[in-house]
């Protein structure tokens, strides 16, 4: 098995409006795979249909290479999910909830979860209900990683959270990720977490899939040209040109991706000269993604 | 899995069995009242089956309340959580309901239970007039059924949507406005007559809610 996650050609559409068309995903065995977008792409929602919690109209996903939703029973037991809100019941205790959580997991690591609620300082006596954003997060994830799955499916598991409580929630993934080689799938609009801890990234927006490569690749292949003297119609790029904006009279910046150093040699063919060549960090590419999809969308539909 | 499945519902429900497991205790108790006084002289035959009629409505009442509300207090948690929680535990949908389903059953065994002791105390402690005799298992097992039935329908109920519920709902407040508004009318029409021969006749599903819950008869 090389992809943990496999979802091929999927359209779902729950009503009138959005819309997951033509989806195709690939997460790789073991690797760090980010998931971003903007509010509304369809994050949460590819992540409710990879779990078997919605049923698409068309496609395939296969996850742990079982077919979802039909092996959805033997695929959750190997999948650990922290959803974007707490689902829990709010009038059990810590104790209560993990005692009904490990009745129903069979790999349940009862040792990482005692040691995990002492790492988190969490109160077992405790009601759900009554702790704070940040305990309730670390709930969850003591959750997902102690039932000892091969994949973990975080949806924005450290959103809203302070950086203290979510560099321990990171810390405790990383170290679970370390030990057991297991996948992970997280979705986030905090880039710079992403950027920390991924080695794949996908990029959604309005249900469709803008990107899908290496983190590496996105990092050091998106880039912000200075140019001078090109002309105003370009044949086709040996670089993604993401956005041309005009700047000084001299020279005008675009932005690129998937560039490497030799495709400088492409300018002076079109008789313009590259005067700089800028690093965008992820948060910059990812922008510059959207921008660029977007437009491309409009003009295609033009 | 049961053992924690049952344990969330009795947390969940557990004020509610407590207090029908004691009013299903009290009422054989209290209907037989009058008879059970040594002190005095026992009610007449025809005064104590009144007394035992009129306490026997109560009956199908209680059956009918434990029944919703255990159900409700076992879905409404998941109903809370959206059903993300039970969706993503790795068993087959039917078995998590079939386990919820079991656990609210196991805990309405208890207040069927309390109905089958304070039925058989009573009739044991009672003085009866001549004629008349005790029938705490056929009353017991009467109760049994009837919660069952009121728990299956809420159960069911309970466990779809707000959207399936008002629709249900919808149709039967629907059918009572059109009766009205035929009687008002003077309109030959008859919606809700041959509705309740259907449902509470002798074949109907409800029909066990219906007829003489004595705890003492002829």
Request: hydrophobic content about 50%; aromatic content about 8%; some cysteine.
């Amino acid at each position: 098995m090389t992809n943990v996650i496999e979802i091929d050609s999927l359209h779902y559409r729950p009503g009138k409006g959005f819309a997951l068309k033509d989806l195709s995903i690939h997460v790789p065995a073991g690797a760090i795979y980010g998931f971003l977008g903007p509010n509304g792409s369809g994050k949460t929602t590819t992540i409710r249909l990879v779990l078997g919690l919605l049923r698409a109209q068309s496609g395939r996903i296969t996850v742990l290479g079982d077919a979802m939703p039909g092996d959805a029973p033997k695929i959750l037991a190997r999948v650990g999910y922290v959803p974007e809100q707490p689902h829990l019941d709010p009038t059990l205790t810590v104790d209560e909830i993990l005692r009904f959580q490990a009745a129903f997991y069979p790999t349940w690591d009862h040792e990482r979860a005692a040691q995990l609620l002492r790492q988190f300082q969490l109160d077992g006596e405790r009601l759900f209900g009554r702790l704070s954003k940040g305990q309730k997060a670390k709930v969850m994830i003591l959750l997902a990683l102690a039932q000892q799955g091969d994949l973990l499916v975080l949806d924005e598991p450290t959103d809203g959270l302070d950086p203290v409580v979510r560099r321990d929630i990171l810390a405790a993934l990383l170290d679970y990720v370390s030990q057991r080689g297991a996948a992970v799938f997280i979705s986030s609009h905090l880039v710079h977490e992403i950027e920390r801890i991924c080695d794949w990234i996908a990029v959604m927006d309005d249900g469709r899939l803008v990107t899908e490569v290496p983190m590496e690749q996105l990092k050091n292949g998106t880039k912000r040209l200075r140019v001078a003297g090109a002309p105003a119609t370009l044949g086709p790029t040996p670089f993604a040109l993401f956005a041309r904006e005009p700047g000084t009279v001299a020279a005008e910046t675009w932005v690129v991706g998937e560039w490497k150093p030799e495709m400088a040699g492409y300018f002076p063919g079109i008789g313009a000269s590259l005067q700089e060549v800028i690093d965008l960090d992820l948060e910059d590419g990812f922008v510059e993604l959207l921008r660029s999809f977007r437009v491309s969308r409009r003009e295609g539909s033009a | 899995m049961f053992r924690v499945m049952l344990y969330t519902q009795w947390k969940w429900s557990r004020l509610i069995i407590l207090l029908g497991t004691i009013a299903a205790f009290a009422l054989p108790i209290i209907s037989l009242q009058g008879a059970a006084r040594a002190d005095r002289n026992p009610l007449a035959a025809q005064d104590l089956l009144r007394a035992v009629q009129s306490w026997g409505t109560l009956y199908p009442v209680l059956a009918a309340a434990l029944g919703l509300l255990v159900a409700m207090a076992g879905w409404a948690p998941d109903h809370r959580g959206r059903h993300v929680h039970a969706l993503t535990l790795p068993l087959p949908r039917w078995r998590y309901v079939l386990l919820r389903c079991a656990g609210g059953a196991a805990l309405l065994a208890i207040p069927v239970a309390a109905v089958f002791a304070g039925a058989i105390l009573a009739t044991a402690t009672a003085t009866l007039p001549p004629g008349l005799q005790g029938y705490p298992l056929a009353l017991g097992t009467h109760f049994a059924l009837a919660t069952a039935v009121a728990y299956a329908v809420f159960f069911a109920v309970s466990a779809g949507t707000a959207r399936t519920a008002g629709i249900i709902l919808g149709v039967c407040g629907a059918a009572v406005v059109v009766q009205i508004v035929a009687g008002v009318a003077n309109l030959d029409l008859d919606i809700v007559g041959p509705l309740r021969m259907v449902v509470l006749g002798s074949a109907g599903p409800f029909a066990i809610f219906t007829g003489r819950w004595m705890l003492v008869d002829v």
